[in-house]
């Protein structure tokens, strides 16, 4: 289907029934994908192989969420950090920092590091420069403040050696690395390892995922694609392009991960046949790294 530029061609097809307003935050887990739809407040199970879905609605726009170590996910969303029992849609308000800013900010993208705490960002809705920041709910439920002055908290991900954070903040247009200590969660020295504007990109860095080789995959809000870096040189090694122009995350997922998953939304004017859909593609001969939970 679309082209890619270098490497070897890969195959791109839609996965589930789904069309979601704006899908989101994709992670893999138990032989399944995860992911959100932020407009409609709804969290999903996807199953690739039969290709069934489940959905929980959480009655709230709903950014992001992760698996937890000990039974159901946390999600964040409007209200804060909150834990969900998948079972019996039980929920648990664990951290809100922003009460104030609930009419202009929202909880947006997130993960868990490699030692079980969950990083989750905000947004500004209303884009006030600065307005927003990055939070990391540590194993014994406290919250820190990790970064100040944020616009729109985007991806995160961790090297494989869990001594480096990448963070996206969107309207930046850069993907951040910070020296990343995994025994206290401790960030410092930030520099800019890739800086998307330089490489000709007028859309927006979005999610991001990591694979083994150390390289970071960033879906491009209203880019319609997929690029891959390395964030040691700052070079684009390759870029997928899809068929819709709200890409918005991906996630490397399969029994081999190897699998690349990507979210999308719809777009406020276009009208295009997949927006909305999860993709999935093979054949791009990398594979991803597992993801972590929350251990609190």
């Known amino acids: 289907m679309p082209h890619e530029t270098g ?11 789904r069309t979601s307003k704006w899908g989101e ?13 932020i407009e409609a407040h ?11 879905e489940q959905t929980w609605n959480v009655g709230e726009r709903i950014g992001t969420v ?13 209200t804060g950090i909150v834990a969900l029992d998948l079972s019996t849609g039980a929920k648990q308000a664990l951290a809100d920092p922003e009460p104030e800013k609930r009419a202009t900010n929202r909880f947006n993208d997130g ?47 961790w090297s ?7 963070y996206i903040d969107t309207m930046t247009k850069q993907i951040r690395a910070y020296d990343y200590d995994n025994a206290s969660g401790a960030i ?29 995959w960033v879906a491009f809000c209203h880019g319609g694609c997929v690029s891959c870096f390395d964030p040691t040189t700052g070079k684009e090694l390759r870029k997928v392009e899809l068929p819709c122009l709200e890409t918005t995350a991906c996630a490397f997922g399969g029994p081999n ?40």
């Open 7 to 17: 490497m070897s061609a890969h195959t791109l097809q839609t996965i589930g029934t």
């Open 25 to 37: 935050g994709p992670i893999w887990w138990q032989d399944q994908l995860i992911y959100v739809d």
């Open 42 to 52: 709804t969290l999903i199970r996807l199953d690739p192989e039969t290709g069934t």
């Open 66 to 78: 992760v698996p937890r170590a000990s039974g159901g996910v946390l999600y964040a969303g409007d």
């Open 111 to 157: 993960k868990c590091d490699p030692a079980g705490r969950f990083w989750a960002g905000t947004l500004s809705l209303v884009k006030n420069i600065g307005d927003a920041n990055l939070y990391m709910l540590d194993t014994d439920g406290t919250l820190q403040l990790k970064v100040d002055e944020v616009t729109n908290s985007n991806g995160i991900c």
């Open 160 to 166: 494989a050696d869990a001594t480096t954070m990448y």
């Open 188 to 216: 410092s020295n930030a520099t800019i390892a890739v800086d998307t504007g330089d490489h000709g990109y007028a859309s927006s860095p979005d999610g991001m995922t990591i694979d083994a080789n150390g390289n970071l």
């Open 257 to 296: 991960l190897d699998r690349l998953f990507v979210t999308t939304g719809i777009h406020s004017k276009l009208e295009e046949a997949d927006a909305g859909k999860v993709f999935v593609i093979d054949g791009l001969g990398v594979q991803g790294v597992p993801a972590f939970a929350y251990k609190g």
